[in-house]
Every structure is written in structure tokens, then in C-alpha cells.
């Protein structure tokens, strides 16, 4: 290494310079030593790799290049490596994360179709036709858009799957990335786990809401009977009427939790939606903005609340209150709700 030393390059420390010059002064002080080697140009570089003879010429490039390795993180190298890896995640294009994300987005839009239908066919007509069988015959004409064999799984099971699925995966990725970046929990906080916001606790309780009545209206229906074709408005009266207590807890739990979490979702994809950490804040930002962030919430929390009238006009004012099914098709329900212990 000391081969490749030019003569005239010095340590800085060997040649250690003031940063000014004192003009003389009357005052009794101790006098102020200066290296009679040292440059009278005091504007010569620190590092260990310059040369004070070439590098301090104006102009040339070598007197700009970036501090030496002997400052942690200040190296050209290092400068050079972070330049490197911003530029091959660049150009590896976005991550997982941007992928789910984007999966959870586009996953709920689709859902929305089949809860337009699904809202119009169990609530919105019976509070027209204020009767369950005269509501019975728009519900079969809807249920041949979204509960055949092939519509069924695109437009209600595989959106559904989606976005619970790209929900979880976020969950545990950027635990993931907590754990890859600080070892364990993240700074202010005991836990690497992400942090819960309101939508994503709703949506994990509507996950418990929604598999229980996919379960009770179409899954045991195939268990016991082999289809579900006598599954209809009449089946949710007559569970409401032997069951009230159950039906109720079942019904508004599923209604309130999945009116919360759509809405608060479509208003986040569509930044309508304040965030629920400013929201928490309020009494740090300035009036103005507080008054703005409550009137934002106020107003989503507003269409949450329209959006389960809509569901309750009819399901809990009409269905609910439809009373017991009789014949041969009562005792099917009553054998079904039999096969779980009701």
C-alpha cells in the first residue's frame, strides 16, 4: 500500500493546520504553533487518498469526489452501492406488496356487484312488496345472475378469497420486513406485528359474520338436503321465528360490521376517507384542519349508517317478522337447523 504513495502525499492529521489565520495580537497568549510543512493554501483536502499538490487545483474533477472511507457512510463506495441497489429496485419493478394491495382493491370492487343484487333481492324489494312471498320471485330471477355454477365461484367465492387472502398475506409480509429491518419489534412499539386499524379489524370480524351465513344458507343446505333450492326469504323467517335470540345476534352483527367495512373501505380506495391515525390526532393538528378531519369522518361514518338502513328497511322490518314456514318444507328447516344443535 505504501508503494503506491506519491512523494508528496501526507497524512492530514501529520499535517494538521488551523482552520484560520490569526493576524498578531498584543494580548499575552500562548503562540499559535503552525506546521512549517504545511501547505500556506489551506484549502487542501482531508482524506488520506488525496493528493495536496493535484487535487487542490481548480477544476479538477478529483477535488469534488466525495469524502474517504475513513467517515462511515460517507465513502464514494458506499455512495456508489446505494446508488446501485436504488437502481436495481428500480428496475426490478414493484414488490408483493404493490401486487396485493392492488388485489385487495380491485377484489372488493367485484364483490360490489353482487351485493348490489344481493341488497336489492333480500331488503330493498320485500320493503316494496311488504311481503316475503310476494318477494320470493324476485330473489329466483336474481339468484340465475350471481348462483349458477359458473357466475357463482367469479363473481361471489373467488373475489371473496381474494381479498381475504391478500389481506392476511399483507398482514404477514410486512411482519415480515419488521422483523428484516429491526429484529424484532418496531421502534416505539413491543410487537413486529403491523398495527390495526378500524377497517382491518372489521374486516376480520365480518370474515367471522360472513363464513357463518355462507354456511347456514348455503353450505348446509347442500349437507342435508343436496341443493338449496328451498333456501329462499322464507328460510331466514322461519330461522328468525324458531331461533330469535341467534337469528338477531347473527343477522344485525353481520349487518353492522359489513356496512362499517365496505363503506370505510370504498371511501379509502377513493380517498374520501380520512385516516383513522389522524382521526386518533385530532388534538394535535390545527383548527382548521381538526374541523375538517371530523366533518370527513362524520360523513363516512354517515354512509355507513344509510348503507345498513338500507339492509334493515327490509331484512328486519319485512323478513324478520315473516313468522314460521308450514308443510313439508317447515320440517326441512327445522331438520337442518336439527343437524347443528338448534
Known amino acids: 500500500m505504501d508503494a503506491d504513495r506519491s512523494p508528496n502525499r ?44 493535484a487535487n487542490t487545483m481548480p477544476g479538477n474533477p478529483a477535488a469534488r469526489k466525495a469524502p474517504s472511507a475513513g467517515a462511515p457512510g460517507l465513502s464514494a ?20 406488496i404493490f401486487y396485493l394491495m392492488r388485489i385487495q382493491r380491485f377484489s372488493s370492487y367485484a364483490m360490489g356487484f353482487f351485493t348490489s343484487l344481493h341488497l336489492a333481492n333480500v331488503s330493498l324489494i320485500p320493503a316494496i312488496t311488504r311481503s316475503v312471498a310476494g318477494s320470493e320471485t324476485y330473489l329466483l330471477m336474481t339468484r340465475e345472475v350471481y348462483q349458477t355454477s359458473l357466475t357463482e365461484p367469479f363473481l361471489v367465492a373467488l373475489p371473496v ?18 422483523l428484516r ?15 390495526f386499524s378500524y377497517i382491518s379489524i372489521s374486516g376480520y370480524a365480518l370474515t367471522v359474520f360472513y363464513t357463518a351465513h355462507v354456511f347456514a344458507n348455503r353450505i348446509l343446505p347442500l349437507q342435508v338436503e343436496g341443493d338449496s333450492s328451498n333456501i329462499g326469504l322464507a328460510y331466514v323467517a322461519h330461522s328468525f321465528a324458531r331461533h330469535p335470540v341467534i337469528a338477531q345476534v347473527a343477522y344485525i352483527g ?34 382548521g ?10 360523513g363516512v361514518h354517515g354512509a355507513a349508517v344509510g348503507f345498513a338502513a338500507l339492509w334493515a328497511v327490509g331484512g328486519l322490518a319485512v323478513v324478520a317478522r315473516g313468522g314460521l314456514t308450514d308443510g313439508w318444507v317447515g320440517r326441512v328447516y327445522d331438520d337442518m337447523f336439527a343437524t347443528v344443535g338448534l
Request: hydrophobic content about 35%; charged content about 15%; aromatic content about 6%.
Open 289 to 298: 384542519k381538526k374541523k375538517y378531519q371530523r366533518r370527513k369522518w362524520a
Open 254 to 287: 353481520l349487518l353492522a360490521v359489513a356496512s362499517g367495512h365496505m363503506v370505510w373501505g370504498q371511501a379509502k380506495w377513493l380517498g374520501l376517507a380520512p385516516s383513522t391515525k389522524e382521526v386518533q390526532r385530532t388534538g394535535t393538528l390545527a383548527a
Open 161 to 178: 378469497i381474494a381479498h381475504v387472502g391478500s389481506g392476511i398475506a399483507l398482514r404477514l409480509l410486512r411482519r415480515s420486513q419488521n
Open 10 to 53: 501526507q497524512d492530514s492529521q501529520e499535517n494538521f493546520s488551523p482552520l484560520m489565520q490569526l493576524d498578531p495580537s498584543p494580548i499575552d497568549s500562548p503562540p499559535v504553533l503552525v506546521d512549517v510543512e504545511a501547505p500556506t493554501d489551506f484549502n487542501f483536502p482531508t482524506g488520506r487518498d488525496h493528493d495536496t499538490n
Open 77 to 96: 463506495s458506499a455512495n456508489l452501492a446505494s446508488s446501485t441497489s436504488s437502481a436495481s429496485t428500480t428496475a426490478a419493478g414493484p414488490g408483493p
Open 181 to 195: 429491518r429491526y429484529g424484532g419489534a418496531m421502534p416505539g412499539t413491543t410487537s413486529s406485528w403491523p398495527s
